[in-house]
T-cell receptor, first 111, second 113 residues
Framework: EAQVTQNPRYLITVTGKKLTVTCSQNMNHEYMSWYRQDPGLGLRQIYYSMNVEVTDKGDVPEGYKVSRKEKRNFPLILESPSPNQTSLYFC??????????FGPGTRLTVL | EDQVTQSPEALRLQEGESSSLNCSYTVSGLRGLFWYRQDPGKGPEFLFTLYSAGEEKEKERLKATLTKKESFLHITAPKPEDSATYLCAVLGAGGTSYGKLTFGQGTILTVHP
């Protein structure tokens, strides 16, 4: 089944404790991206990648890191999480220029 | 900077009452305009991609159209199961916009039986 998977689905952590949210796709897509969704602010792009070893900043990259060492994986790293990073996070993938397939989301709470 | 504005913010319809959602955009070179449907607590679900002005796409009760400044999502004879948030997004092509996807705030559609 074609899908984008994210783990964990729910995470509660404390300020400053490094965490990684994994994202994997099985559709051989070149393009992968991370978004955060907050009430009243909609979906905002954090980082995106158009191919292996190629990443670019979206609209809200501060406080986040990504890497694309393999085509199928695109982890999101929060090296020192803060409460303002509490949000619902989505990973997505697509062919270049195509419609994106989204993962189920990761609900992150930073205390 | 790319911008996407959707209207109305919320729309309530009776079952069978057709209507349209609007997505206005400004972008440095449009590589694609996308429509998504999102149910509460779930990831957006891809509906359509439009690439050039004049293009139209249809799927069941939904039809998306594109001009140089805006896109419409027409909903014909909606049913309660069409209730969701509908999101519009643009993929930029120029300068720092290349590869960036910008979403609108969405339109919350409620269809009453």
């Amino acid at each position: 089944e074609a899908q984008v998977t994210q783990n964990p689905r729910y995470l509660i952590t404390v300020t400053g404790k490094k965490l990684t949210v994994t994202c994997s796709q099985n559709m051989n897509h070149e393009y992968m991206s991370w978004y955060r969704q907050d009430p009243g602010l909609g979906l905002r792009q954090i980082y995106y990648s158009m191919n292996v070893e190629v990443t670019d900043k979206g609209d809200v990259p501060e406080g986040y890191k990504v890497s694309r060492k393999e085509k199928r994986n695109f982890p999101l790293i929060l090296e020192s999480p803060s409460p303002n990073q509490t949000s619902l996070y989505f990973c997505a993938s697509s062919s270049l220029g195509g419609g994106q397939f989204f993962g189920p989301g990761t609900r992150l709470t930073v205390l | 900077e790319d911008q996407v504005t959707q209207s109305p913010e919320a729309l309530r319809l009776q079952e069978g009452e057709s209507s349209s959602l609007n997505c206005s955009y400004t972008v440095s070179g449009l590589r694609g305009l996308f429509w998504y449907r999102q149910d509460p607590g779930k990831g957006p679900e891809f509906l359509f991609t439009l690439y050039s002005a004049g293009e139209e796409k249809e799927k069941e009760r939904l039809k998306a159209t594109l001009t140089k400044k805006e896109s419409f999502l027409h909903i014909t004879a909606p049913k309660p199961e069409d209730s969701a948030t509908y999101l519009c997004a643009v993929l930029g092509a120029g300068g720092t916009s290349y590869g960036k996807l910008t979403f609108g705030q969405g339109t919350i559609l409620t269809v009453h039986p």
